[in-house]
């Protein structure tokens, strides 16, 4: 999407259009090597790149400089994912260039919006996790909060994804290719990371003695940097990410020999290790794979942190002063045993001493409630990639069943569940267990989730460490949502309230009595209506299918997975589509079903939930009864970039997912912010969403936590629920008549299965209650007025929803750093 207008009161950089063009061209010439009569348009997104960075520049030296000299403390993120987006634009909003900028390249007869589309998004990561990380990082910027963002820089990343036949195929994301002009290489930060190998114990027992690890295999951590900017350019933090090479390029010897492939192995196997986010784990060399990457970006950010700090502070009694070090999810949790290591093995600490500086240092945040997404690993992979923190594992385990015991008699039940060590699947290591005991405090992501936290997966750690568990509540970036994706509503809301909210979003609520403001109302309907054919033109181009921005745009757009129920947008809309066959006249609202979202490579069942939104969509395109009335597109390859031109276009946001089962949500408040009205269950940040918009201006449907509890323990099929529901009935009967696959009628029988049995994730269940939402939905539309009263409040009350207000809480009570 386009840059759109430019609203007055966004900040300004001070520089003018002609400073900048001869900036650009400086940097065509001098960077790229090019004149201004053989450029290309990727010439021009490279300079303009560098000109911008170059402005970044001078503000991220004098951010270090002062974090120095005042002593400021610093918040370390670890995050195997960090899902930046296009940096172009992102750079050119907070630095308030983007007006200037664009007359400048203008002056050279190239189009802003034209070169920032070359830009690919960055493949580091897949879906929420690595977009709150993201927005954390900004908010950290915008907030002067000094800070580093820790994670790998992976070659391919996440795959990009194509439809072949409605079916997903994963290709390798070559975001690289062309280069990265935002990075900074830094050949001179590399660290050893060590793996494999026998741990040598010397002089003694207890802190007398002293381990000593031989490991088998060395691989180099090398920093490649990127700036990030915080709004109006005040501050500038870093993401630091690490790319893996081989100690030796090649055995020499061998290629001699003629060995040309055999020369090359160790360093692939090395450099595998940055190749790819989320390697296929279903085989063991994948699983191997995997914990070597998790420890690799670990074990070079606590390098590369303690090294930082010793150098400003000489030892490591102030660490927890001076460092706060948050866990983004399981992922990193091998920090606890590294930093352990570091410090015990590589500086000669005592255990108590280590230990004490290790949990005042670390904190840990959890993202799932299920215990399959709770990393855990088979001791004897862990023993045999990372054998001196097995042994550090397990003394953390000893030492902490021994402080359970001397507090009072316990069971042998009782301790199985807080031990670190599985003993029921083959002796594994429970890394949210280890994160949770490594940690100062550990956080949830929204308040149904902290507490679910607490009575389920970590209810016997939270009895005996009560008050460690505390919540914090996810956000996003306003800036990235509101003010770059939606500068149309940005503009009319800066002219209507003032551009106060731009710094402060809390100020959103000024919008709120305009909602019945009838030229107020035609104005915000009418952005809404040039986003949706701004859309519209993508969906059309991607997917071949014509859209009418008249429709109700209804978007389900996240990562494919059977708790966020897809499956259950899918059912509706096979039973809409029967409706309207069936009686024509009925007023249901014209609909665009919008999907985008990514299924795991080795996730069948989400893989068949595309594979049948792709069906139902292709049948439901090529009937002329409801083609003006009902589609619905699947678009590919979902990524930042795609979910900023889909969230401003968003009529409906659907947030269904089973109660109890989604931690937080991040898409709701994105979609909440530009006006999108919900509908969903009361999970994750839904509920927070229903306290701070209204009960009335959000729908919700379905079974609570509670009474999803309930339903699992009675053991209710749902099989009996489609006994009762005659429409969900017809549903599952055209899908098994093989209505949408006729070329093979029991495709999607593995899907009919799952919810006919034990219908985990309660889509039987919530199916009538979902329907009936849905026509709540159809009346609300119906009537325009209070259509645009209850998208305008939405708008007017996301303000606590940003992300800078999730950083200061972070800030004041689990970091104690410093805001701005």
């Not at 949990?359 to 001791?379: C, D, G, I, K, Q």
């Not at 029991?746 to 919810?755: G, K, N, S, W």
Request: glycine share 8%; with cysteine.
């Amino acid at each position: 999407m386009g840059f759109g207008p430019s609203p007055s009161g966004l900040p300004s950089s001070g520089r003018t259009a002609e400073q900048w063009r001869d900036d650009i061209l400086d940097k065509l010439l001098y960077e790229v090597g090019r004149t201004t009569q053989t450029a290309a348009p990727q010439d021009w997104y490279q300079a303009t790149a560098y000109a911008v960075r170059d402005q970044i520049v001078d503000g991220w030296v004098g951010s270090r400089t002062r974090t120095y000299d005042e002593g400021r403390k610093r918040v370390y993120y670890f995050s195997v994912e960090f899902l930046i987006g296009r940096l172009l634009t992102d750079s050119l909003c907070n630095m308030g260039a983007t007006a200037a900028v664009r007359q400048a390249l203008n002056t050279l007869g190239v189009s802003l919006d034209s070169i920032s589309e070359l830009e690919p998004d960055a493949a580091l990561g897949n879906g929420g996790l690595g977009r709150l990380a993201a927005c954390f990082m900004e908010s950290l910027a915008s907030l002067s909060t000094p800070a580093y963002g820790y994670g790998i820089r992976y070659e391919q990343g996440l795959f990009k994804q194509a439809l072949v036949d409605g079916w997903q195929r994963e290709l390798p994301e070559d975001w690289l290719s062309l280069g990265n002009p935002w990075e900074f290489k830094r050949p001179d930060v590399a660290y050893p990371i060590c793996f494999g190998g026998v741990v040598e114990h010397i002089g003694g027992d207890g802190d007398k003695g002293r381990a000593v690890w031989h490991p088998a295999e060395r691989a180099v951590a090398i920093a490649h940097d990127t700036p990030v900017p915080g709004w109006r350019g005040r501050h500038v933090n870093t993401l630091r990410l690490w790319s893996a090479r081989s100690l030796d390029p090649m055995q020499l010897e061998a290629f001699n020999r003629g060995d040309f492939v055999g020369a090359l192995a160790d360093r692939a196997k090395i450099e595998a290790i940055s190749r790819v986010l989320y390697p296929n784990d279903e085989t063991e060399a994948g699983q191997e794979l995997r914990l070597r990457q998790e420890f690799f970006f670990t074990s070079a950010s606590l390098q590369d942190l303690t090294r930082r700090h010793l150098t400003q502070y000489k030892d490591f009694a102030s660490l927890p002063d001076y460092c706060a070090i948050q866990l983004n999810d399981t992922h990193p949790s091998i920090a606890v045993a590294e930093l352990m290591r570091l410090l015990i093995d590589e500086h000669g600490m005592a255990w108590d001493e280590a230990w004490s500086i290790t949990t005042r240092t670390l904190n840990y945040t959890n993202h799932t409630l299920m215990p399959e997404a709770l990393e855990s690993w088979s001791v004897e992979l862990l023993g045999r990639v990372l054998p001196r923190h097995l042994e550090i594992i397990y003394q953390i385990n000893w030492e902490h069943l021994r402080r359970i015991a001397e507090h009072g008699p316990t069971t042998d039940a009782r301790n199985a569940a807080l031990s670190l060590i599985d003993e029921q699947h083959g002796r594994r290591v429970r890394m949210g267990h280890l994160a949770f005991l490594g940690a100062h405090r550990v956080n949830g992501v929204s308040a149904l989730h902290t507490e679910l936290m607490r009575q389920t997966v970590f209810k016997e750690l939270n009895e005996v460490y009560p008050g460690k568990i505390v919540n914090k509540t996810n956000g996003i970036t306003f800036r990235r949502w509101l003010f770059e994706a939606n500068p149309r509503l940005t503009a009319l809301l800066v002219e209507t309230i003032g551009p106060a909210f731009l710094d402060d979003p809390m100020r959103l609520v000024e919008a709120a009595p305009f909602a019945t403001d009838p030229v107020f109302v035609e104005r915000y309907a009418r952005c809404r209506r040039e986003n949706k054919i701004s859309l519209g033109r993508i969906i059309r181009d991607r997917c071949g299918i014509a859209t009418d921005p008249a429709s109700l745009f209804d978007v389900q757009i996240k990562r494919i997975h059977e708790y966020k129920r897809q499956l259950l947008n899918v059912l509706e809309t096979v039973a809409l589509y029967q409706a309207i066959k069936d009686d024509p006249g009925q007023s249901f609202a014209p609909r665009v079903k919008i999907f985008a979202g990514k299924s795991a490579a080795s996730y069948v069942r989400a893989k068949l939930i595309i594979k049948l939104a792709n069906d139902v969509g292709h049948r439901i395109d090529a009937d002329p009864a409801v083609r003006d009335r009902l589609k619905l597109v699947f678009l590919p390859n979902y990524n930042v970039s795609l979910a900023e031109d889909i969230v401003p276009a968003a009529d409906l946001s659907e947030q269904i997912s089973t109660a109890g089962m989604e931690a937080s949500g991040t898409g709701n408040m994105k979609l909440g912010l530009n006006g999108a009205i919900t509908i969903g269950t009361l999970d994750g940040a839904n509920v927070e969403m229903r306290t701070n918009v209204g009960e009335e201006n959000i729908v919700i449907f379905g079974l609570t936590t509670p009474e999803v509890q309930a339903k699992r323990a009675a053991g209710i099929t749902g099989a009996e629920v489609v006994a009762g529901s005659p429409r969900l009935a017809r549903v599952i009967e055209a899908l098994k008549a093989g209505e949408f696959s006729p070329d093979d009628k029991q495709r999607f029988a593995p899907l009919l299965d799952a919810i006919l049995g034990a219908d985990p994730f309660m889509v039987c269940a919530d199916f009538d209650s979902y329907w009936e939402a849905q026509r709540r939905v159809d009346a609300l539309w119906a009537d325009p007025a209070a259509w645009w009263r209850v998208s305008i409040l939405n708008t007017a009350h996301m303000g606590w929803f940003s992300s800078d207000r999730t950083i200061r809480e972070y800030c004041a009570e689990i970091w104690g750093a410093p805001t701005d």
